[in-house]
T-cell receptor, first 114, second 113 residues
Framework: DAKTTQPNSMESNEEEPVHLPCNHSTISGTDYIHWYRQLPSQGPEYVIHGLTSNVNNRMASLAIAEDRKSSTLILHRATLRDAAVYYC???????????????FGQGTILTVHP | DSGVTQTPKHLITATGQRVTLRCSPR?????VYWYQQSLDQGLQFLIQYYNGEERAKGNILERFSAQQFPDLHSELNLSSLELGDSALYFC????????????FGQGTRLTVV
């Protein structure tokens, strides 16, 4: 399975932007890059996903490197509610090794200070 | 509310017993995923079904089995339970395919005593 590497933890101050990096050097051409987060005592929550182009939604932005070997999740203004574990996941199409496997790694623990 | 319903929310049972966890996916979603989350481990992918058929398998023990029914709800069966099976079990659903998002239920907390 294609693997991702994320820092174990990051810290931010409230109302500041946060850039969460993810390396995925073995990504295949059909793998989508997904981000999920898990708040304390809750199930995981979808954040954003993309294939090649940068993506924006109401929660965050996803910046994908031109070679697709890395990506960055951007929270434009962190709030206390954004404190969570953030997971970067590769989800592949049919025929790929990561087909169907929405597999979570260790993720990045984001701490937001008031 | 994600639209994914898991029942029961809590379950306490004894070692050696068998339990069934149920998941009702969001309306229209064909794919169901199951995960186990223990205190000392992250989210472990167990298995995925798509429209009634197994699509991907993770680290699911032989004592565990799952199925997806024609109405698309899914059940995870855990048998010969051990203390170490105590965990939160999450179900997620999605329309299917890598270009779709998954929605997670609130989980079933299983305690084996």
């Amino acid at each position: 399975d294609a693997k991702t590497t994320q820092p174990n933890s990051m810290e931010s101050n409230e109302e500041e932007p946060v850039h969460l990096p993810c390396n995925h050097s073995t990504i295949s051409g059909t793998d989508y890059i997904h981000w999920y987060r898990q708040l304390p005592s809750q199930g995981p929550e979808y954040v954003i996903h993309g294939l090649t182009s940068n993506v924006n939604n109401r929660m965050a932005s996803l910046a994908i490197a031109e070679d697709r070997k890395s990506s960055t999740l951007i929270l434009h203004r962190a709030t206390l509610r954004d404190a969570a574990v953030y997971y970067c996941i590769l989800l592949g199409g049919a025929g790929g090794t990561s087909y169907g496997k929405l597999t979570f790694g260790q993720g990045t623990i984001l701490t937001v200070h008031p | 509310d994600s639209g994914v319903t898991q029942t029961p929310k809590h379950l306490i049972t004894a070692t050696g017993q068998r339990v069934t966890l149920r998941c009702s996916p969001r309306s229209g979603d064909l794919s169901v995923y199951w995960y186990q989350q223990s205190l000392d481990q992250g989210l472990q992918f167990l298995i995925q079904y798509y429209n009634g058929e197994e699509r991907a398998k993770g680290n699911i023990l032989e004592r565990f089995s799952a199925q997806q029914f024609p109405d698309l709800h899914s059940e995870l069966n855990l048998s010969s339970l051990e203390l170490g099976d105590s965990a939160l079990y999450f179900c997620a659903s999605s329309p299917g395919g890598p270009n779709t998002e998954a929605f997670f239920g609130q989980g079933t907390r299983l305690t084996v005593v």
